[in-house]
């Protein structure tokens, strides 16, 4: 199973590709941020986002997004941007039949570390180490954007299941099962 | 000048079609509403409302759009949906070149009834009175995507110079001064 982990926002936005591999792993796929000019109108802005995420929709050709949910009462001054944009990530995907599931900031948390409280670098450390990777991804919303790729790889089948927008193989559920019961072992 | 007025909404999005007519008069064009299924997947929901806006950009070919700006503060039950519509509306107007202009509601009911603190019931009899209407549109939505239309139409060049996206001819530019300054001279 490959995973598009998006990391919604209007000047930097984190894209990170992960795929299943056999005995519990995740590999790392690809990874990037689309940006937008600050200085641009929104709607440019917007636009720019929206035709990088449809570029990596069509490259990596995901099996399903993983985007951040938005809460409307976090910081009030950037809230409006990031869910325009999780308005036009949802758009590109569904055009395209990829399912969608939003996913927490604290279930992303938990998913990486076991705890749903964990501070930043703390995920962005364990996003490395999960991915065998050398170095923590950069920027921030590169790495946010793979840990909600791992997130989606590693949810328990039974929540997936009732997860909006998620309709995997029976092969991925099992899969999903199995990752979920070895995770809840640690 | 044509402007497609859009009231964003997840539900019901009023799409209405205004021109400028000479004399200092408003015309309708066409009016509508965009509808998605409460039960669907917000993706699946996003993609309907995009659709059909398109729909409406690509059949009236408007000079440019007129949106509500959605603020973080009001109802934080629906404000995301209407933020996540917001940005697919404004990504559907980019990719076509119409400029997008954001007007706060208050500036809606300023322009069409002389206040900004006008209530619901005088803002929709007004939209009926200024486009020579026999009944005001239903439903709401429809009516207040006129009124956006009409404010656009009517706002002084002035702000219409700064405000965002607005890109007037010379002859729009002029048109938009006179009516400004017979608003003011009401």
Redesign the interface.
Known sequence: MRVLGIDPGLTRCGLGVVESRPGRRAALVDVGVARSAVEA????R??AI?VEVERWLDRARPDAVALER????HN?RT??GT??????V??A???RGV??T?HTPSEVKAAVTGTGRAPKAQVQQMVARILGLDEVPKPADAADALALGICHLWRPATSAAGA??THGTAAQQAWARAEGAARRGR
């Open positions: 109108e929104l709607p440019d917007l636009l929206g938005v809460f409307a009462q009030v809230v409006m869910a325009q944009v999780s308005g036009v949802m758009v995907a569904a055009a399912p969608v939003l909006q927008g």
